[in-house]
């Protein structure tokens, strides 16, 4: 799945990515999500609920955040 594209770029998608990367166990699948969560979510933060999940807001991004 591709995730900088103009589709993603939501945040209806945003929480659909971040629902589908808390519920991940693929080490690899995570990291592809982690990337694009870091750069559409709240400043870059990483933040975990007392269950382990994240839960970082959306970001609201005035641009398409860059691929690193």
């Known amino acids: 799945m591709r995730f900088f594209r103009p589709d993603n770029w939501t945040e209806k998608a945003y929480y ?25 979510g709240c400043n870059g933060v990483y933040r975990v609920n007392a269950n382990g999940e994240m839960n970082t807001p959306y970001g609201h991004p005035k641009s398409m955040p860059g691929f690193p």
């Open 16 to 40: 659909r990515i971040r629902t589908a990367f808390n519920a991940s166990s693929d080490r690899f699948e995570r990291a592809v999500r982690f990337i694009y969560l870091n750069r559409f």
